[in-house]
T-cell receptor, first 109, second 112 residues
Framework: QQPVQSPQAVILREGEDAVINCSSS?????VHWYRQKHGEAPVFLMI?????EQKGHDKISASFNEKKQQSSLYLTASQLSYSGTYFC??????????FGAGTRLTVKP | DAGVIQSPRHEVTEMGQEVTLRCKPI?????LFWYRQTMMRGLELLIY????????DSGMPEDRFSAKMPNASFSTLKIQPSEPRDSAVYFC??????????FGQGTRLTVV
């Protein structure tokens, strides 16, 4: 039931780009993306609903391919503040959201 | 709004004791979730409520775990008796429908 995320970890230099993938074996109603910094709660980034949309704000965007039950998070021109663990959460029916194992992103100067 | 409020923030208890975690969701939200986070298992959905009614408790690990939501502004997660393997960070979260989910700051539980 849990989505599968890849890669497990990414190390970037400031200004580099990264893509984090999330896939599910079940038909999805929505995909949520969160970022969690060490010792803190997950913080909402964006939600994508069934319909295959793409969303973004600033240099972080995401896409949702409903047919493939996949979503990708795109981080461009990464900043030090982007460091953290990124989780995708997927829901099949509405708000039965379950999270992937997370992708640890480290941005170095 | 103050966000999702959880208490206590930290709890240390001895094996066999009862533990009660508390959560106040954001006012107006109709969905409430309890998650458990560990290094080994990541973020696990334990149970969620819609309009105070438990919808899916398939993630509750054992009968030792129970959750209640007596009204729209309060929920509890109880572990009785507690065991060392229950040590984790427990998050409560709330949302309006299937929208953005807001997390509380979590309760770090240590069972010794």
């Amino acid at each position: 039931q849990q989505p599968v995320q890849s890669p497990q970890a990414v190390i970037l230099r400031e200004g580099e780009d990264a893509v984090i993938n999330c896939s599910s074996s079940k038909a999805l109603y929505s995909v949520h993306w969160y970022r969690q910094k060490h010792g803190e709660a997950p913080v909402f980034l964006m939600i994508l609903l069934k319909g295959g949309e793409q969303k973004g704000h600033d240099k972080i965007s995401a896409s949702f391919n409903e047919k493939k039950q996949q979503s990708s998070l795109y981080l461009t021109a990464s900043q030090l503040s982007y460091s953290g663990t990124y989780f995708c959460g997927t829901a099949a029916f509405g708000n039965d959201m379950r999270f992937g194992a997370g992708t640890r992103l480290t941005v170095k100067p | 709004d103050a966000g999702v409020i959880q208490s206590p923030r930290h709890e240390v208890t001895e094996m066999g004791q009862e533990v009660t975690l508390r959560c106040k969701p954001i006012s107006g939200h109709n969905s409430l979730f309890w998650y458990r986070q560990t290094m080994m298992r990541g973020l696990e959905l334990l149970i969620y409520f819609n309009n105070n009614v438990p919808i899916d408790d398939s993630g509750m690990p054992e009968d030792r775990f129970s959750a209640k939501m007596p009204n729209a502004s309060f929920s509890t997660l109880k572990i009785q008796p507690s065991e060392p393997r229950d040590s984790a960070v427990y998050f409560c979260a709330s949302s309006l429908g299937a929208g953005e989910t807001f997390f509380g700051q979590g309760t770090r539980l240590t069972v010794v």
